[in-house]
């Protein structure tokens, strides 16, 4: 029937109407997130051994990361980049990593103007996460 559809749709905006309000007010108040978002990325430099697992597990090559060897014939991490635009934040990523320098964070403010910021230098993030943090 025509007016049914039309009475239940009513029925719900009263109930929301006169119920509890459920707004968030966002930029004064931060929400509440769960504790499994994965919204951003993070990196720790001093666990990264360079071993290049990351890059090979993600399923769309958004990691790469260059490494030179250091006087004790160690692998040091020279450049971490991402392309955040084509991430699909699977986590597939932080799963392979052997040391857990690579891991999803809840950082969810990325909101950007141009394309090529999508691009993330992850060694000056972390260097300004440790700055700010």
Do not use: H
């Not at 309000?21 to 990264?48: A, H, W």
């Not at 450049?79 to 991430?87: E, I, L, N, P």
């Not at 699909?88 to 857990?100: H, I, M, N, Q, S």
């Amino acid at each position: 029937m025509f007016g049914k559809g039309l009475l239940q749709g009513l029925g719900i905006t009263f109930k929301r109407m006169v119920g509890p309000n459920i707004t968030e007010f966002y930029p004064e108040e931060k929400p509440n997130l769960p504790t499994r978002v994965r919204s951003s990325m993070g990196l720790q430099r001093d666990k990264c051994i360079s071993c290049n697992m990351c890059a090979m597990a993600c399923p769309n090559t958004v990691i790469k990361l260059t490494s030179e060897k250091d006087e004790n014939n160690k692998k040091k991490l020279t450049s971490y980049q991402m392309d955040v635009g084509r991430c699909l934040f699977c986590g597939l990523c932080v799963e392979a990593c052997p040391t857990k320098a690579l891991t999803v964070t809840q950082d969810y403010e990325n909101a950007i103007f141009e394309p090529e910021d999508m691009k993330w230098d992850m060694l000056k993030r972390a260097e300004q996460k440790g700055k700010v943090g």
